[in-house]
Protein backbone atom coordinates (compact mmCIF):
# COMPACT_ATOMS: atom_id res chain seq x y z
CA UNK A 1 0.00 0.00 0.00
CA UNK A 2 2.92 2.49 0.35
CA UNK A 3 4.42 1.49 -2.65
CA UNK A 4 1.37 2.89 -4.16
CA UNK A 5 1.11 6.03 -2.92
CA UNK A 6 4.88 6.63 -3.66
CA UNK A 7 4.29 5.62 -6.93
CA UNK A 8 1.54 7.92 -7.30
CA UNK A 9 3.32 11.04 -5.45
CA UNK A 10 5.97 10.36 -8.18
CA UNK A 11 3.58 10.94 -10.58
CA UNK A 12 2.49 13.94 -9.48
CA UNK A 13 5.70 15.58 -9.38
CA UNK A 14 5.48 15.81 -5.23
CA UNK A 15 8.81 13.47 -4.28
CA UNK A 16 9.35 13.71 -0.94
CA UNK A 17 13.02 15.00 -2.41
CA UNK A 18 10.99 17.88 -4.46
CA UNK A 19 10.51 20.68 -1.46
CA UNK A 20 14.02 19.89 -0.51
CA UNK A 21 15.64 20.58 -3.81
CA UNK A 22 13.78 23.86 -4.25
CA UNK A 23 14.89 25.10 -1.26
CA UNK A 24 18.55 23.95 -1.71
CA UNK A 25 18.53 25.66 -4.91
CA UNK A 26 17.28 28.88 -3.85
CA UNK A 27 19.11 29.28 -0.93
CA UNK A 28 21.75 28.58 -3.56
CA UNK A 29 21.00 31.04 -6.01
CA UNK A 30 20.38 33.59 -2.69
CA UNK A 31 24.05 33.24 -1.28
CA UNK A 32 25.86 33.42 -5.06
CA UNK A 33 23.30 36.82 -5.54
CA UNK A 34 24.59 38.33 -2.14
CA UNK A 35 28.42 37.29 -3.34
CA UNK A 36 28.21 39.17 -6.49
CA UNK A 37 26.68 42.20 -4.90
CA UNK A 38 29.76 42.22 -2.41
CA UNK A 39 31.96 41.42 -5.07
CA UNK A 40 30.67 44.95 -6.90
CA UNK A 41 30.69 46.64 -4.00
CA UNK A 42 34.44 45.67 -3.16
CA UNK A 43 35.72 46.42 -6.86
CA UNK A 44 34.23 50.02 -6.78
CA UNK A 45 36.63 51.33 -4.41
CA UNK A 46 36.03 53.13 -0.99
CA UNK A 47 33.79 55.75 -0.96
CA UNK A 48 34.43 59.74 -0.91
CA UNK A 49 32.48 61.26 1.54
CA UNK A 50 34.55 63.67 3.24
CA UNK A 51 36.32 63.56 6.64
CA UNK A 52 35.69 61.24 9.12
CA UNK A 53 34.26 62.98 12.34
CA UNK A 54 35.81 63.54 15.30
CA UNK A 55 35.56 61.27 18.57
CA UNK A 56 37.02 59.87 21.42
CA UNK A 57 36.98 56.81 22.98
CA UNK A 58 37.25 55.45 26.56
CA UNK A 59 40.26 52.52 26.51
CA UNK A 60 40.13 50.03 28.58
CA UNK A 61 42.81 51.17 30.91
CA UNK A 62 41.18 54.45 31.62
CA UNK A 63 42.64 56.95 29.11
CA UNK A 64 40.49 58.58 26.45
CA UNK A 65 41.95 58.36 22.70
CA UNK A 66 40.63 60.72 20.34
CA UNK A 67 40.88 60.46 16.55
CA UNK A 68 42.93 64.27 16.15
CA UNK A 69 45.66 62.34 17.75
Not at 31 to 43: F, P, T
Request: glycine share 14%; charged share 25%.
Amino acid sequence: MKLDSLDKSKENGNSPNTWGKVLAHGFDLALRGLLGWGWIRVQAGPRDRGLAPDFSVLIFNGESVALIE
